[in-house]
C-alpha cells in the first residue's frame, strides 16, 4: 500500500462499504476523529468492514459527535479469510489483550479462550476481546477481523473438534525439538494451534490430549516461554513454514 495510504487513519465499520454510499459515523468513532486527531472537512480515512476490502473515504462533516464521509474509492480488495483456528487459555487483563492482539497480527482466523484446569481466569469480557480484536486490525492494515468465540472447556472442545482438523499442541513438555519437519508434513492441511495457561497443562489433560489422533504436539524447544510468548512462538513457527507467509 503505498506510504500516503499507510499514513491514514484506519477505522472498522459496520455497514456495506461501495461507492456513493453514503456513511455517518457513531459518536465515539467521531470523536476520536474530529477531537483527538482533529481531523476536518475534506480529510480522508481508511474504512473497512471485514467484507469488502477497504475503502478511501472523504470527510464531509467533521462533528464531533457524528462524523460524515462519503466513500471515493476501494484501494485493497477483502483477502480471503484465514482458516487458522487458534485456542488459548486465557490469561488475566493486559496480557489477555496482548495476546487477542498478537493473534490477530499474526493472521488466525478464529480465537478460541479454553478454560484449562490451571487457567487463572473463568469469566471473560467478550466485547473487550472483541474490541481489542477491531483495534489490532485496525492498526496493523488487518482486513478480516478474527471471530472471537465465546470461552469453551477444553472437555467440551474436545466433545466437539472437528476430526478433519488437525490441532497442534504447543505441549511443554516434549522433549526440545525443532517443530518445522513435523509442522511441514501438516502443510495443506486444517489446523488449529493450542497454548496452555501459566501453569500448563495439567498431566490429564496433557495425557489426554496426547491420546488423541487428531493432536499434533510441538516443541517450542528447549526453555519453557511463558504463555505470551508461546503464542507468537508457535503461530510464528506455523506460518513461517506451512502459513501465510509463504
Ligand atoms: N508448567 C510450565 C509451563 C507453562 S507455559 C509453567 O508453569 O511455567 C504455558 C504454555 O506455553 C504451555 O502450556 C505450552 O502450551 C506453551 N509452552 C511454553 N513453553 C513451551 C515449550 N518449550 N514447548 C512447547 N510449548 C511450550
Redesign the pocket.
Known amino acids: 500500500m503505498p506510504r500516503s495510504l499507510a499514513a491514514l487513519p484506519r477505522l472498522y465499520v459496520e455497514p456495506d462499504l461501495a461507492t456513493g454510499i453514503p456513511l455517518t459515523l457513531g459518536k465515539e468513532q467521531s470523536l476520536y476523529l474530529a477531537a483527538v486527531l482533529r481531523k476536518s472537512v475534506g480529510e480522508e480515512v481508511v474504512l473497512f468492514n471485514g467484507r469488502d476490502g477497504a475503502w478511501r473515504a472523504r470527510m464531509t462533516s467533521d462533528s464531533k459527535r457524528s462524523v460524515s464521509l462519503e466513500l471515493v474509492d476501494q484501494i485493497a480488495v477483502q483477502p480471503a479469510p484465514s482458516d487458522l483456528w487458534y485456542g ?2 486465557p490469561l488475566k487483563s493486559e496480557r489477555l489483550d496482548y495476546v487477542i492482539q498478537k493473534a490477530v497480527e499474526m493472521g488466525v482466523g478464529t480465537i478460541q479462550p479454553v478454560l ?1 484446569q ?1 487457567t487463572q481466569v473463568s469469566r471473560l469480557k467478550h466485547e473487550r476481546l472483541v474490541a481489542n480484536a477491531i483495534e489490532a486490525a485496525e492498526q496493523c492494515e488487518v482486513l478480516n477481523v478474527p471471530v472471537v468465540a465465546p470461552e469453551i472447556t477444553l472437555s467440551a472442545l474436545l466433545e466437539s473438534w472437528p476430526t478433519d482438523r488437525r490441532l497442534i ?6 522433549a ?1 525439538a525443532s ?1 518445522v519437519e513435523r509442522l511441514t508434513q501438516l502443510a495443506g492441511e486444517k489446523l488449529g494451534i ?8 495439567s498431566d490429564v489433560e496433557r495425557t489426554r490430549l496426547l491420546g488423541l489422533p487428531y493432536v499434533v ?11 505470551d ?3 507468537v ?2 503461530l510464528t513457527v506455523i506460518q513461517a513454514t506451512i502459513g501465510d507467509w509463504r
Not at 504436539?217 to 504463555?227: E, N, V
Open positions: 488459548f487459555a484449562t490451571f499442541l504447543a505441549d511443554e513438555g516434549a526440545s517443530p493450542l497454548i496452555g495457561p501459566e501453569g500448563g497443562f504436539p510441538i516443541s517450542l524447544g528447549p526453555r519453557i516461554l511463558r504463555a510468548t508461546a503464542a512462538a508457535a
